[in-house]
């Protein structure tokens, strides 16, 4: 069987792509605003209606510019939603909000047990949306200019082992058209590094099976060429000979299709991968992201250059990228501490030997 570690231009193992591809604010703040009154003004309803035009108009302008997706679109709403309704129970227009104001709900989130990687998200959407309105001549002056939110720990993405990769994708053998679908599915996930969201995305006309090169639309609508090995491609050509022809009802570009013969969804993306995962017996709770961060970490782990790596995952800067070199290191101390306590261990049942 083929290993599944992918390779990229810098690392030549027989792998899953196979060929290489040319290619503070302070969170100390006082507890005033913290009362019943104050919780209750969390409503989106309280916005008065020209708050509810503003942010309208910044989201369609936004979105429009940026190519932003519907669920990114969704989020940044529901949190300057949160925000505004605050200030409409405070009884403060956005447009005259001061810093003392955001500082009170950041401090009302916090009393809420509102987890701070939620407080930081929405503290950064509240900031965009204020330099917009300083940019749109709104405002003479950002009053949160400078203001950063608190500030979180590093938290290193988990990571499937290669034997662990292994058995999720053979927990969908089968001939039948749905595991058919589901292991091609994985193999690209895997091969190509992708977010559910583009795999999901695929049409068709965008994989070239043959080439073992896919054309993905990532985030801002840019577009980016994976790359996979002849695993993926095995998959992939037998899914679309044996798998989907069963699937597909009706004319549709979609690559991956449901049993109604339509675009299978993110969200069915992500249940499939749970339901393998948990057919396989993995030990911990999966989803299609892991297998993006196992992507970067194993093609790190065999040498691979960090910028072939964010090229691979579409990320426009090299920090984002940066975290996986963090985890192949904690991987290398891990091995090392191992490697040291077996020597111990050696060492030990020598000494016992020498003095018998």
Not at 238 to 247: I, K, N
């Amino acid at each position: 069987m083929a290993t599944r570690a992918p390779a990229s231009r810098a690392v030549r193992p027989a792998g899953r792509m196979g060929r290489t591809k040319a290619r503070g604010m302070d969170p100390a703040a006082s507890n005033r605003g913290r009362s019943s009154s104050v919780a209750a003004s969390f409503n989106p309803q309280a916005a008065s209606p020209e708050s509810e035009a503003l942010l309208d108009r910044y989201l369609t302008e936004r979105g429009g510019a940026r190519g932003l997706s519907p669920y990114t679109l969704r989020n940044y709403r529901s949190d300057l939603e949160h925000f505004l309704a605050a200030l409409a129970g405070w009884e403060v227009e956005p447009l005259a909000a001061q810093r003392g104001d955001l500082r009170r709900y950041l401090a009302v989130l916090l009393g809420e047990g509102v987890a701070a990687a939620s407080v930081r998200r929405k503290v950064s959407t509240i900031l965009t949306f204020y330099r917009w309105l300083r940019g749109e001549g709104l405002l003479g002056n950002d009053p949160f200019y400078g203001v950063k939110g608190p500030k979180g720990g590093r938290r290193l993405p988990e990571v499937l082992s290669e034997t662990d990769i292994d058995r999720l994708i053979a927990a969908a053998d089968g001939d039948e058209a749905a595991s058919l679908r589901d292991r091609a599915l994985l193999e690209l996930l895997y091969a190509a590094g992708l977010r559910v969201s583009e795999v999901a995305a695929l049409d068709v006309s965008q994989v070239d099976v043959r080439d073992g090169t896919v054309r993905v639309r990532g985030k801002g609508s840019k577009e980016r060429v994976g790359v996979f090995g002849a695993p993926a491609q095995a998959a992939l050509e037998r899914y679309l000979q044996d798998g989907r022809p069963q699937l597909v009802s009706r004319q549709e570009s979609a690559l991956f299709l449901n049993r109604f013969g339509g675009r299978l969804t993110a969200r069915s993306v992500q249940a499939m991968v749970r339901k393998r995962a948990t057919k396989a017996g993995l030990p911990r709770a999966v989803h299609p992201h892991l297998l993006r961060h196992s992507f970067a970490t194993h093609l790190l782990d065999g040498g691979a250059d960090l910028r072939v790596v964010q090229e691979l995952l579409g990320h426009e800067s090299p920090n984002t990228t940066q975290i996986y070199t963090h985890v192949t290191e904690a991987r290398k101390r891990s091995v090392m501490e191992g490697a040291f306590e077996e020597l111990g261990r050696i060492e030990a049942e020598r000494s016992k030997r020498r003095r018998r």
